[in-house]
C-alpha cells in the first residue's frame, strides 16, 4: 500500500522561513517530487529528490531521507506569491515501468503580510 | 510550445449524462494520466496509459472510461455511474523511460447541473 502523509495547512510571514513536512510509506521508491500548485491552476513541478541529501534551487530546497521515509520542502525568504499547495508525491515503479507518481493529500501555505 | 491542452476548462452535466473531457499533448510523450481532486485534496489516479491502445485503471477508476487511439489524444469519459462527478480533472503526461516529472494540463473544472 501507499501512504503519504503532509499537513494540511501551515501559516507564515513574509520574508520568513518555512519548512513543509512529507512521510511515507510506499511499497517501491524511485524517487520524491515537490510541486506547487496554487488555486484553480495545474501542479507545477518544483523539485526532484533520488538520494538522500539536499537539493537547492534558489528560494527552494527539497531535503531526502530514504531510511526515514522522509522528505521536506524548504520555502526562504517567503513572499505572498508563494501562497499556494504543496504537493509531494512518490514514484515507487523503476523505469520502464513507467513515471507514476502517487501524491499526498498537499499542504495548504498561507503567507501573511 | 509544447505543451498539454484540456477542453473545455468548465463543464456542467446533467443527471444521467455522459460527458468527455478532452487532453491532447505534443510533448511527444508516450505515457498519459488521468487525476481527479477534490476541494483541499491531493490528485487521486483515475486511469493511466503507457503506450497507445492499451490503459490501466488507477485507483477511482469507477464510472470513468478513457480511449488511447492516439499517442497524442487521451480524452476521459465521466459516465452516469459517476454519483459525484463534480471534481477538477487533471490530466499529465510523461516520458515513457528515464526520470522525468509529470507535466499536466490546466485541468477542467466539472460541476452538476
Known amino acids: 500500500g501507499q501512504n503519504i502523509d503532509q499537513p494540511t495547512e501551515m501559516t507564515a510571514t513574509e520574508g520568513a522561513i518555512v519548512q513543509i513536512n512529507c512521510t511515507y510509506q510506499?511499497?517501491?521508491?524511485?524517487?520524491l517530487f515537490w510541486y506547487q500548485q496554487h488555486a484553480g491552476e495545474a501542479p507545477t513541478f518544483l523539485s526532484y529528490?533520488?538520494?538522500?541529501g539536499l537539493e537547492e534551487k534558489g528560494r527552494f530546497s527539497s531535503f531526502l531521507s530514504r531510511s526515514k521515509g522522509y522528505s521536506y520542502l524548504l520555502l526562504k525568504e517567503l513572499q505572498m506569491k508563494d501562497s499556494a499547495s504543496y504537493l509531494c508525491?512518490?514514484?515507487?515503479?523503476?523505469?520502464?515501468?513507467?513515471?507514476?507518481?502517487?501524491f499526498g493529500g498537499g499542504t495548504r501555505l498561507m503567507v501573511k503580510p | 510550445d509544447g505543451g498539454i491542452t484540456q477542453s473545455p476548462k468548465y463543464l456542467f452535466r446533467k443527471e444521467g449524462q455522459n460527458v468527455t473531457l478532452s487532453c491532447e499533448q505534443n510533448?511527444?510523450?508516450?505515457?498519459m494520466y488521468w487525476y481527479r481532486q477534490d476541494p483541499g485534496q491531493g490528485l487521486r489516479l483515475i486511469y493511466y496509459?503507457?503506450?497507445?491502445?492499451?490503459?490501466q485503471k488507477g485507483d477511482i477508476a469507477e464510472g470513468y472510461s478513457v480511449s488511447r487511439e492516439k499517442k497524442e489524444s487521451f480524452p476521459l469519459t465521466v459516465t452516469s455511474a459517476q454519483k459525484n462527478p463534480t471534481a477538477f480533472y487533471l490530466c499529465?503526461?510523461?516520458?515513457?523511460?528515464?526520470?522525468?516529472?509529470?507535466?499536466f494540463g490546466d485541468g477542467t473544472r466539472l460541476s452538476i447541473l
Open positions: 499529465a503526461s510523461t516520458p515513457r523511460r528515464g526520470y522525468q516529472p509529470q507535466h
Open positions: 510506499t511499497s517501491g521508491f524511485n524517487g
Open positions: 529528490n533520488v538520494l538522500d
Open positions: 508525491a512518490v514514484r515507487d515503479d523503476p523505469p520502464p515501468a513507467g513515471n507514476m507518481l502517487t
Open positions: 510533448l511527444n510523450h508516450d505515457a
Open positions: 496509459s503507457q503506450i497507445v491502445n492499451d490503459f
